[in-house]
């Protein structure tokens, strides 16, 4: 199947801080991008869906300014937490999606984030 | 009422043994539906797509009652390698866009 990559695999930073997350599709072109968010022993929580050259859409009781979402290229979308908090630590997901014949969603395997 | 509904369990059986998880959604114009299968501190990664007509994959039969809005995965002959979280998911279309929506997902252990 296609290839996901993200980036880092897992990150510790300051409280106020910002990290970014890096989401790659290796060998195809995605023409739509989600990221989500799991916290433990939790289901993945959609947080925003990204097409490529326009704004994120994001999900109810998701901060924009706090997670920005780039994507730049059909191949790259970036997540970028924004003054961490504690609370936000937690594993962050990827997906990126190909339409052909069919829908088909491939999933990055994930940044652990956790906000010291 | 959460979109879709599973039993979390867990759900300890020995190896060899014949498991049942089922799944419930609740959104009627739900499109497609799935299996994913997740290890601890991965991504999930999909098991199999859900038909009406049903469908086998070796060990594993996924079956979906439209009716009843009923998903369900049997695996057989289970193995150690099988323990993980295994999650119902649904696509649906929201607002225009499709999305998949994640049950809580089921925590199946196998032991020797």
């Known amino acids: 199947g296609a290839v996901v990559s993200q980036h880092p695999s897992w990150v510790i930073c300051k409280s106020g801080t910002s990290v970014k997350i890096e989401c790659r599709s290796l060998d195809f072109q995605a023409t739509t991008m989600f990221w989500y968010r799991q916290f433990p022993k939790q289901s993945l929580m959609l947080m925003a869906t990204s097409n490529e050259g326009s704004k994120a859409t994001y999900e109810q009781g998701v901060e924009k300014d706090k997670f920005l979402i780039n994507h730049a290229s059909l191949t790259l979308s970036t997540l970028t937490v924004t003054s961490a908090h504690p609370e936000d630590s937690s594993f962050y997901i990827c997906s990126a999606r190909v339409i052909d014949k069919r829908v088909r969603q491939y999933f990055g395997p994930g940044t652990r984030l956790t906000v010291t | 009422r959460k979109e879709v509904e599973q039993d979390p369990g867990p759900f300890n059986v020995p190896e060899g043994a014949t498991v049942a998880f089922n799944c419930t959604y609740s959104?009627?114009?739900?499109?497609?539906f799935f299996w994913y299968r997740q290890d601890c501190r991965k991504e999930p990664k999909l098991l199999m797509s859900?038909?009406?007509s049903g469908n086998e994959d070796g060990r594993f039969t996924a079956q979906l009652n439209r009716a009843s809005q009923y998903i369900s995965l049997l695996i057989r002959d289970s193995k150690l390698s099988d323990s993980a979280t295994y999650l119902c998911?649904?696509?649906?279309?929201?607002?225009?866009?499709?999305?998949?929506?994640f049950g809580q997902g089921t925590r199946l252990t196998i032991n020797p």
């Open positions: 859900v038909y009406s």
């Open positions: 959104n009627s114009a739900s499109q497609s």
């Open positions: 998911v649904v696509n649906d279309l929201i607002q225009g866009a499709q999305k998949l929506v």
